[in-house]
């Protein structure tokens, strides 16, 4: 069965401090992955997606994801952090031909003054 | 465009009550999903439709729980009788028509509590 996994639950950086957000899937074909955003309050926002092609990613907000096919991952990356950030984080996997996404369990960021 | 619509924002019920949620998808959009949220089971897809038609219903958790979509531009999720275990934020999105799998525009969410 189709699976997503982000290992860390909630991350604190420093604001200007780069960022990276692990995310792992387990899907037997090729994967579509999206890292979604929300804000406290707020609904889900797409933040980037990977379908095919190139496999670095760039989103909205200065985010980029890299596919590693290798590695089952598709880590979030921004390289300097803003407090507007803070957020929880969700990387899901596209169930080809089904219309569905599985999300996994979620990152919540934290940003340092 | 306005993004998907849902009403009310925020409902507190006792249990055995009935809760009913209001969705308005983007217009022009295809697909609709219903998604629970809780900190315990994350994000889980409840149900979602094509076309206002259900194609799959495997998320809904049991009986008590029932969706309509019976036109392009509204659906409901309807839960009866209500249950503490139900309190959840509940969020709808919606999704373009597409060959392949897109990208779907989530509402603001209703957060329920059943007291």
């Known amino acids: 069965a189709q699976s997503v996994t982000q290992p860390d639950i909630h991350i604190t950086v420093s604001e200007g401090a780069s960022l990276e957000l692990r995310c792992n899937y387990s899907y037997g074909a090729t994967p579509y992955l999206f890292w979604y955003v929300q804000s406290p309050g707020q609904g889900l926002q797409l933040l980037l997606k990977?379908?095919?092609?190139?496999?670095l990613v760039q989103g909205i907000k200065g985010f980029e994801a890299e596919f590693k096919r290798s590695q089952s991952s598709f880590n979030l990356r921004k390289p300097s952090v803003h407090w507007s950030d803070a957020a929880e984080y969700f990387c899901a996997v596209g169930i080809q031909g089904a219309q569905k996404l599985v999300f996994g369990q979620g990152t919540r960021l934290t940003i340092n003054p | 465009d306005a993004g998907v619509i849902q009403s009310p924002r925020h409902e507190v019920t006792e249990m055995g009550q009935e809760v009913t949620l209001r969705c308005k998808p983007i217009?022009?959009?295809?697909?609709l999903f219903w998604y629970r949220q809780t900190m315990m089971r994350g994000l889980e897809l409840l149900i979602y439709?094509?076309?206002?038609?259900?194609?799959?219903d495997s998320g809904m958790p049991e009986d008590r729980f029932s969706a309509k979509m019976p036109n392009a531009s509204f659906s409901t999720l309807k839960i009866q009788p209500s249950e503490p275990r139900d309190s959840a934020v509940y969020f709808c999105a919606s999704s373009p028509i597409s060959t392949d799998l897109d990208t779907q525009y989530f509402g603001p969410g209703t957060r329920l509590t059943v007291l």
């Open positions: 217009s022009g959009h295809d697909y």
């Open positions: 439709f094509n076309n206002n038609v259900p194609i799959d």
């Open positions: 990977y379908f095919s092609g190139d496999t």
